[in-house]
């Protein structure tokens, strides 16, 4: 039903008063003290509507706000759910790292650097030991030739004893066989000294093969030991970084219980929004209570007074905000400006007032509230309703202004 007819019904429903006879006199003061009581009824009749209105708003944010702490609450308590498990988690890993002791494990890793000295020291003495052999077998090829250059005399001694035994006949026959068992001897010598000088190469050959072979282990121990000590120092700042992220664990533990705290007070939060909401509902419900008790003393008696009809169409759009609150869930449109019946009358007499400015302002502001209702019909967002709010208070602003300029008009 649209609010041009339901305007009609309203006019049918209200008492009216006989239109004064041109022959009979009029009182100027009385009209004028008529037309402000009429209009402090319709102002007050105004007021509830758009209070009527200002509740809906509220009703409107409160159910936002109602949803999205709901919303919130649920995160909040998969949140906290979540949390207690990472609490869990960390309280298992940091009595891990603590029954893992790694610092005090890694801290042996000081006693490396010793053990690397003392193996470097000992590498050390095998290859002085080494030299010292060569030395000793040096000294051996010294003894080995004195020993052969004795053989070699001996042998020669061994020839003359034989020439001489030979030159003393029978004699000397005895002789010749001791100096044929000294030649015997001295050749079985140089026959050994050859043997040991040839074991005595064969050793030096062996030791220094021995000794390049240990230059070369104590080049590779060196390398390892400094690749060892640069692991240890490495293994050393790992456990400072685990100590570190240990204490971080616990701090985010601390941190989750904290968040797990602010969920609850989230959810509790969320339930007092819900019981303002329902306190909203209840408030809205005594205005609308209190304007069927004061309804029957806000009709607006109509007459041809200027600020009588501004009263009546001021109360008009009373309903017609009331109507939009009221039934926002079944209404699907309203009319356009030129369609109500203070929408007639400014089209009426648009001509003749159109050079007053209280009466432009007036019908610019009336327009803009049929579309903003329209819009908030159409889409029950709170930023349409806070744009009907703001043309409805421009709206009653404009009806006193037009109806200050009442002795300026004559229809």
Not at 168 to 181: D, Y
Not at 192 to 199: F, G, N, R
Not at 305 to 320: C, E, G, P, Q, V
Not at 380 to 401: G, H, R, Y
Request: proline content about 1%; charged content about 25%; overall charge negative.
């Amino acid at each position: 039903m649209f609010w041009s007819k339901q305007v009609a019904e309203t006019n049918e429903k209200q008492e009216t008063v006989p239109l004064p006879v041109m022959n009979e006199p009029v009182n100027r003061q009385q009209q004028e003290m008529t037309g402000e009581y009429e209009m402090t009824k319709a102002l007050l009749s105004y007021s509830l509507a758009h209070t009527e209105l200002i509740y809906y708003e509220t009703n409107l944010k409160n159910k936002q706000a109602v949803e999205l702490a709901s919303q919130l609450a649920d995160v909040s308590k998969e949140t906290s759910v979540s949390s207690e498990e990472i609490s869990a988690s960390t309280l298992r890993i940091s009595k891990a790292m603590e029954q893992l002791s790694i610092g005090k494990n890694v801290a042996k890793l000081s006693n490396f650097q010793q053990i690397e000295e003392e193996f470097e020291h000992s590498i050390s003495m095998v290859v002085d030991n080494s030299l010292h052999l060569r030395k000793q077998i040096g000294q051996i090829d010294v003894i080995t030739n004195d020993i052969a250059t004795i053989a070699t005399q001996t042998n020669l001694l061994s020839l003359n004893a034989s020439i001489e035994a030979a030159r003393a006949g029978e004699s000397g026959r005895g002789f010749n066989v001791v100096a044929q068992e000294v030649r015997k001897l001295s050749e079985q010598t140089k026959e050994s000294v050859v043997k040991v000088d040839e074991v005595a190469k064969n050793v030096e050959t062996s030791s220094k093969e021995t000794d390049t072979s240990l230059q070369s282990l104590q080049e590779k121990l060196k390398d390892y030991l400094g690749t060892m000590s640069v692991v240890g120092n490495a293994l050393q700042e790992n456990v400072k970084e685990i100590e570190q992220s240990n204490f971080a664990i616990q701090d985010l533990n601390f941190a989750l219980e904290k968040q797990t705290e602010t969920t609850i007070s989230m959810v509790n939060i969320s339930n007092e929004l819900f019981n303002s909401s329902e306190f909203s509902v209840d408030t809205n419900n005594n205005i609308m209570n209190l304007f069927k008790i004061m309804e029957p003393y806000m009709k607006i008696n109509e007459s041809q007074d200027i600020k009588s009809i501004l009263a009546a169409r001021l109360h008009d759009h009373a309903n017609f905000l009331r109507n939009i609150v009221r039934n926002m869930e079944t209404l699907k449109s309203v009319p356009n400006h030129h369609d109500c019946v203070f929408g007639k009358w400014c089209d009426q007499h648009k001509e003749k007032l159109g050079q007053i400015h209280s009466f432009t302002k007036l019908y610019d502001e009336h327009k803009q509230l049929h579309m903003d209702a329209r819009a908030l019909v159409s889409n029950q967002s709170i930023q349409n309703v806070e744009k009907l709010l703001a043309t409805s208070e421009s709206l009653l602003e404009s009806f006193m202004n037009l109806s200050k300029d009442a002795r300026k008009i004559s229809l």
